[in-house]
């Protein structure tokens, strides 16, 4: 590229960079009206012109709250509340965290101002404020703070795709074992949805529901080691054919495990290898599934399987997926019957509380009947 083209992008990036830092909102808070005065009048001979003038450090925190500053420069000395208090209180709020605070002094012993850069201060300016380092230094917090703003943002923009990626594959996961016996795989769509108003029908907040939905999502994977002529048998299972089912909630949870050391070196064909690159399970979403997938068959009387978990005993997700699970399958077409009324479905739900259930997830599934059934009517399988 010509260099007059190179400096023709670096003029207008820094002109753009100029006008971005020139409308940025600066906030002014000194108990000395001439102070304000004269800072607000240095930064406007350099084109700012969004500002927000504080006098009384009483309101000083309300106006930060209610519309936040892009840069904050903060006088010290100030009575009733400091210029500590104040930069203590912006630095403890994660949204203002980032904000750039420079600090308007007229004299500053050296503990305060370890202090006030323990809390947080990002720069210091002297009193009577010298326009020649005012000028660079806000402009400088500004461009510091946009660039840390652009960098979050693209951060926010990954985590979120990858987030999009992570459950597209765990749903992907669940239809695979969902395909087996079931021609639409939204069965494990609508499991996953009822656990979710389950969960915040019980008090989970919107993170944790979010990920018991997706987790449920994986409750029948271990179908993928069930041989087609049980799974895709028409009529009652006889006790052996019963019996192999049953091991489908034991597959499930290996599936969504880790393997350990001696299955990954079999694996890659390499004992040392697979035990240097071997770790733990970490996916919160995975973990939550292994249990769910291992516990959404024991009931709330002890009669369930694998384990013959009881009670409280059965971790509370694994509890509100076997409701979920069941509710699907009583209202759904399957080979074997036909989809039962929701009025059934609920008289057979009730049939089991405090021996199939428990009846704290019952209760939760009463009071979501309305999103329960939007639910069914979103999700409705193809006929």
């Not at 509710?327 to 077409?333: I, K, M, P, T, V």
């Given at each position: ?11 207008t ?5 100029n ?21 607000r ?7 700012y012109?969004?500002f ?27 009575p009733?509340?400091s210029?500590l ?31 006030a850069l ?16 005012l ?5 400088n ?8 703003d ?8 990954r985590?979120a ?9 765990i ?12 021609e ?7 499991v ?5 108003i ?8 919107e ?9 449920a999502?994986?409750h029948?994977?271990?179908k993928?080691g ?7 048998k028409?009529?009652?299972?006889d ?14 949870r290996?599936i969504?495990?880790?393997m ?6 079999s694996?890659?064909?390499h004992?040392?290898?697979?035990s ?15 249990r769910?997938?291992?516990t ?10 694998p384990?013959?978990?009881a009670?409280t005993d059965?971790p509370?997700?694994g509890?509100i ?5 069941v ?7 399957r ?9 059934k ?17 019952l209760?939760a599934?009463q009071?979501e009947?309305?999103?329960?059934i939007?639910?069914q ?5 193809d006929?």
């Open positions: 590229m010509p260099y007059s083209a190179l400096l023709s992008r670096e003029s990036s820094q002109a753009e960079s006008t971005a830092t020139q409308n940025a909102r600066v906030m002014i808070i000194d108990d000395e009206p001439i102070n304000v005065t004269v800072v009048k240095f930064l406007q001979r350099s084109g012109r969004n927000d003038e504080i006098t009384d450090s009483t309101q000083a925190l309300g106006h930060i709250y209610t519309n936040p500053p892009d840069v904050l420069l903060l006088d010290l000395m100030m009733v509340v210029g208090d104040i930069l203590e209180a912006v630095r403890a709020d994660p949204t203002l965290d980032r904000v750039p605070v420079l600090i308007l002094t007229a004299s500053c012993d050296a503990e305060t101002k370890i202090e323990n809390l947080g201060a990002t720069d210091f300016l002297s009193k009577p404020v010298d326009p020649t380092e000028i660079p230094r806000v402009r917090a500004l461009l510091v703070k946009g660039r840390e652009a960098l979050e943002d693209l951060v926010a923009k985590t795709e990858l987030e999009r990626s992570r459950r597209e594959v749903h992907c996961l669940a239809r695979a074992a969902e395909f087996r016996d079931n639409t795989g939204r069965h494990v769509i609508r996953g949805k009822y656990a979710g389950l969960a915040r029908q019980m008090g989970f907040n993170r944790d529901a979010q990920q018991l939905e997706v987790a999502t994986l029948d994977i271990g993928i069930i041989p087609d002529a049980i799974l895709l028409p009529g009652k299972l006790p052996e054919e019963f019996e192999l089912m049953q091991k489908h909630a034991a597959y499930g290996k969504v495990s880790a350990d050391a001696t299955e990954y070196a694996f890659v064909g004992a040392e290898l697979g240097t690159l071997l770790g733990e399970c970490t996916s919160p979403v995975l973990q939550l599934a292994s769910i997938s291992l959404h068959h024991e009931r709330w009387d002890g009669s369930g399987y384990l013959g978990l009670g059965i509370l997700e509890r997926t076997a409701v979920a699970d509710f699907d399958a009583l209202s759904s077409r080979p074997y019957k036909a989809a039962f009324p929701f009025a479905c609920v008289e057979i739900l009730e049939e089991g509380r405090g021996k199939h259930f428990d009846p704290d997830v209760n599934f009071a009947r309305e999103a329960i939007r639910v009517i979103d999700y409705a399988d006929e």
